[in-house]
């Protein structure tokens, strides 16, 4: 049974009480009135910008991840999906500078690995 809180609208008296789906109100503990009033819960509201920036967070994280990986391409292609699911004005910002982001001339360079080998001598 969830857990709900009352307010009596004759003493102002605040209290909680567990109540089924089909409970009637209970009576304040106080003055033992009837005139109670169900109070909204804080779990009841969400908070829309908190999700947003931390959406915005995970997004940011990700395109970070695909740049240390040096997958340019998809880092791109990943904000610009995600420009379409959240619109954010960071998103915009951070995938106009991919747009105008060129790669150099002849691809990227990889070095090859050097192996060192001693001679017996």
């Not at 049974?1 to 307010?7: H, I, K, V």
């Not at 090859?112 to 001598?121: D, F, W």
């Given at each position: 049974?969830?857990?709900?809180?009352?307010?009596c609208?004759?003493?102002?008296?605040?209290?909680?009480?567990?109540?089924?789906?089909?409970?009637?109100?209970?009576?304040?503990?106080?003055?033992?009135?009837?005139?109670?009033?169900?109070?909204?819960?804080?779990?009841?509201?969400?908070?829309?910008?908190?999700?947003?920036?931390?959406?915005?967070?995970?997004?940011?994280k990700?395109?970070?991840?695909?740049?240390?990986?040096?997958?340019?391409?998809?880092?791109?292609?990943?904000?610009?999906?995600?420009?379409?699911?959240?619109?954010?004005?960071?998103?915009?910002?951070?995938?106009?500078?991919?747009?105008?982001?060129?790669?150099?001339?002849?691809?990227?360079?990889?070095k090859?690995?050097?192996?060192?080998?001693?001679?017996?001598?």
């Open positions: 049974m969830p857990l709900y809180d009352f307010q609208e004759k003493c102002g008296e605040t209290f909680e009480a567990l109540l089924g789906p089909m409970d009637d109100y209970p009576p304040c503990p106080r003055c033992q009135g009837l005139e109670v009033i169900k109070l909204p819960s804080l779990f009841a509201f969400q908070d829309k910008t908190s999700y947003i920036k931390d959406r915005e967070r995970a997004i940011i990700r395109t970070a991840d695909y740049l240390k990986d040096g997958k340019i391409k998809e880092a791109q292609r990943f904000l610009n999906k995600a420009l379409s699911y959240n619109p954010s004005e960071k998103i915009k910002r951070l995938s106009e500078s991919f747009e105008k982001r060129k790669p150099p001339k002849g691809g990227f360079l990889i090859p690995e050097v192996k060192i080998l001693k001679n017996k001598g």
